[in-house]
Each structure stands twice: as structure tokens, then as C-alpha cells.
């Protein structure tokens, strides 16, 4: 699976902003996708995840509430759509693909075996 994330950009406090992760291959809809962050100089943060067989949604605290995933098999596409956006959500935005099935797993960067590169987002104060 090849993944690519794309929608990144600058945006003021409070606004709002749709990243897309496009992937490639034929199994796709058996795979969970995830969204990471990376702010410069910290590690990569685990956003949420979205699983394969009926699309429950998990999420970080510190976005639950502001933002949701998506995912569109027939598109192989997955979605983050971001509100309320704040300063501190300015990262580099990765998404990932995972083949476990429990959630417990979800937030842990070492059970997504694919990553596609990132798309920044800046928001502004």
C-alpha cells in the first residue's frame, strides 16, 4: 500500500481544514487508517484511527470533538476534516495504514506498517 496525504496549508485560529490521504493497492479496505502528527523538535503524536471492517472512529483526547475521519473505499481515500483549529494543532500530518484489528493497538506508531509522507499545517494565531 502506497499512501499519499495531501490538503495541508496555512490557516487562521479556529478555522477549518480537510486533509486527504489517497492509497494505493487493491486491498485497502482491509486496512485500518490512521492519522499521526509531528509539531518540529516532538515526537509523533497518534490523532485517530479509523478501522477497515465498519469504520469506527477512535481518537486522541486533544482532538475528540474537533476532528473526524472518514474513509471512502471506492475512492481509497481517507479523510481528517479539522475544526476549531488552534496553534498547537500545527504539525506535519502523516497517514498510515494498519492491519491489527484491536483498537487498543491503534495509537501505537509500531503497528502501521505503511506511511505515507506528511502535509503541514500551520495555524495561525
Known amino acids: 500500500v502506497q499512501l499519499q496525504a495531501s490538503g495541508g496549508g496555512l490557516v487562521q485560529a479556529g478555522g477549518s481544514l480537510r486533509l486527504s490521504c489517497a492509497a494505493s493497492?487493491?486491498?485497502?479496505?482491509?486496512?485500518?487508517m490512521g492519522w499521526f502528527r509531528q509539531a518540529p523538535g516532538k515526537e509523533r503524536d497518534w490523532v485517530g484511527t479509523v478501522n477497515w471492517n465498519d469504520g469506527t472512529t477512535y481518537y486522541a483526547d486533544s482532538v475528540k470533538g474537533r476532528f473526524t475521519i472518514s474513509r471512502d473505499n471506492a475512492k481509497k481515500t481517507v479523510y481528517l476534516q479539522m475544526s476549531s483549529l488552534k496553534p498547537e494543532d500545527s504539525a506535519d500530518y502523516y497517514c498510515?495504514?494498519?492491519?491489527?484489528?484491536?483498537?487498543?493497538?491503534?495509537?501505537?506508531?509500531?503497528?502501521?506498517?505503511?506511511w505515507g509522507r506528511g502535509t503541514q499545517v500551520t495555524v495561525s494565531s
Open positions: 498510515a495504514a494498519t492491519l491489527r484489528e484491536n483498537a487498543y493497538y491503534y495509537s501505537r506508531k509500531e503497528v502501521y506498517a505503511y
Open positions: 493497492g487493491r486491498t485497502f479496505s482491509r486496512y485500518g
